[in-house]
């Protein structure tokens, strides 16, 4: 890899200070961070820092991490001395962001080589718009913007730009976009671990402004996430409605944003609402079932 000629491309564009931070949180990733940190390192757009905090892993990951580190000075990597949780993780490499421009990356996705070029041109040339993707698909998986959950949401309305994040079930392929910083630093849910967590975050967003997902570059999203672990669903149950509403706060937290809006907007959401969480209600027993 050619490392060394890449960094000399770089443009900066404050100074000392990147345009674009890239926080990598990790545990344990060791099998697979290296294809992620390199499809990071040869990025055609090279201005960016990429800060990578370990949680405390228990495998070789500090080892691969601190060998990257000395090859290329854009790499920031810290050991945490003990698990913080991976929410906090999450929330660590956020707070240690110093550019304009911020997207989190998972040590075992991979993304095309433009990915950050075509996506910080979208948002420098569109200044109402706070995010911008690529398409996502799950490794061995087909592009579809509907299951993925990273279609555009471009109405003028805020109230429907939620409304339509929840047109159906989806992955959150969006939530690896690259954000204007600014808009994800306030985001008051990163510290909370429940059911659709994530998903908060693009409500978060869509309540401020504009989503996109450009045509070019791509993303491909590992396997080894928390999406994919077997009963997700158990991981999150803690009382007796999360049984029967398994995205309560999902949808409490995101029903706190339609204060103004119409009652038809009202309605349509929680409809939206509500058939989704009789679809996990019904994906728990299927899972249950899988499992026997």
Request: neutral net charge.
């Amino acid at each position: 890899m050619d490392y060394e000629r890449l960094q000399n491309r770089s443009a900066f564009c404050h100074g000392k200070t990147p345009c674009v931070s890239i926080g990598m949180p990790v545990y344990n990733g060791e099998k697979f961070i290296c294809e992620a940190l390199d499809s990071l390192l040869l990025q055609t757009f090279t201005d960016f820092e990429l800060i990578i905090s370990d949680n405390a892993s228990t495998d070789n990951t500090d080892m691969v991490c601190l060998k990257y580190a000395g090859q290329d000075t854009r790499i920031r990597y810290i050991r945490q001395p003990m698990n913080l949780g991976m929410a906090l993780n999450f929330k660590f490499v956020l707070d240690e962001a110093v550019a304009e421009y911020f997207m989190w990356a998972a040590c075992d996705d991979l993304r095309s080589n433009d990915f950050l070029e075509v996506n910080l041109a979208f948002l420098r040339d569109n200044p109402v718009y706070l995010a911008s993707t690529s398409p996502v698909k799950f490794l061995g998986n087909n592009f579809d913007e509907h299951q993925m959950g990273d279609e555009s949401l471009e109405s003028e309305s805020r109230y429907d730009r939620i409304i339509h994040f929840f047109q159906c079930w989806h992955a959150n392929g969006r939530f690896y976009s690259l954000f204007r910083r600014s808009a994800v630093a306030d985001w008051l849910h990163i510290n909370a671990s429940y059911l659709g967590s994530d998903w908060s975050l693009i409500t978060h967003i869509a309540n401020k402004g504009k989503l996109k997902r450009v045509s070019e570059g791509w993303v491909e999203l590992g396997i080894e996430g928390i999406s994919n672990t077997t009963d997700i669903f158990s991981l999150y149950r803690l009382k007796f409605i999360d049984w029967i509403l398994p995205f309560n706060k999902l949808s409490l937290d995101t029903w706190s944003y339609m204060y103004n809006a119409s009652l038809f907007q009202k309605f349509r959401l929680i409809y939206r609402l509500l058939r989704l969480n009789y679809q996990a209600f019904r994906a728990q027993f299927r899972v249950a079932r899988e499992r026997k």
